[in-house]
């Protein structure tokens, strides 16, 4: 009986930060990953191991920091096990990428500037991915990787030094 009470609670626990971050851990793989699937399997995974160590009755204090670190160390581990793919491969096996609409211009600034952030050191990348792409207030970033607001702050501005000496 205290099992069954004790996975309910835990359902409806798990239900509300479900909702509540399952589009951002996606966009946050979307974005590092740039494939929609594999977005989706470790958006997926994220949630699986949250629910499995929810289930196994283990206390998360920060749900929401803890749910980004699973996704940070899925997505470093999915990159350490990817084996690469030349284009020339994806084409001989009939893979064809789609055209792009819009000016060559505006994707090669796009594809640039995704390069760069990529290319930051990671206490700089996250921040400058949280704060630009997500939107997210210093406050959350702050929280969500358990250091203070004036660090984020700092590593927000430093990271976006780096970018602009990248582009000048």
Not at 53 to 78: G, H, S, V
Request: hydrophobic residues 40%.
């Amino acid at each position: 009986m205290e099992d069954i009470k004790k996975q309910k609670i835990n359902k409806k626990e798990f239900e509300k930060l479900f909702e509540k971050y399952s589009d951002v851990i996606y966009r946050l793989c979307l974005y590092r990953t740039s494939s929609k699937n594999v977005a989706y399997d470790l958006a997926q995974e994220t949630f699986l191991k949250l629910w499995n160590t929810m289930f196994a009755d283990k206390e998360i204090i920060k749900p929401k920091q803890y749910i980004y670190q699973i996704a940070r160390n899925l997505i470093i581990d999915y990159y350490k096990t990817r084996k690469t793919v030349s284009l020339d491969t994806l084409e001989e096996s009939g893979f064809d990428p789609p055209s792009i609409e819009s000016s060559p211009e505006l994707m090669t600034e796009i594809i640039l500037l995704k390069e760069s952030i990529e290319n930051l050191d990671e206490e700089f990348r996250d921040v400058v991915y949280m704060r630009f792409v997500e939107r997210m207030k210093v406050k959350d970033i702050a929280h969500i990787l358990d250091i203070s607001e004036n660090l984020v702050s700092v590593r927000i501005n430093r990271g976006k030094k780096m970018l602009k000496e990248k582009f000048i």
